[in-house]
């Protein structure tokens, strides 16, 4: 059995639809972000029945979550319960 690994930039492979470039990559959190993911805690994170949309935190994490819907937006998967939740998960983390 041959497995065949995708590399990207080889022009035949898979290629990344994100541009890495676009986004503050910084991997410490600035106190601002980690008051604001403190604040929101894990039930509102996890964007289930106690989500809060309107939290002024949000806007505080907005570095943080912009390449996380970027991809989401990328995917072709038809929108389901199960896949929003799996979106949201991953993102509270």
Do not use: K
Request: charged share 25%; proline share 8%; aromatic share 4%.
């Amino acid at each position: 059995m041959t497995t065949t690994v995708a590399t990207v930039g080889t022009g035949g492979g898979w290629q990344c639809p994100i541009d890495l470039r676009r986004y503050d990559r910084s991997p410490v959190l600035s106190m601002a972000e980690q008051r604001a993911i403190r604040e929101l805690g894990v039930r509102n994170l996890r964007r289930l029945r106690h989500h809060d949309p309107d939290a002024p935190q949000w806007a505080e994490i907005g570095r943080l979550l912009r390449p996380l819907q970027d991809v989401n937006a990328s995917f072709d998967t038809p929108p389901s319960m199960h896949t929003r939740r799996a979106i949201h998960d991953a993102a509270a983390c």
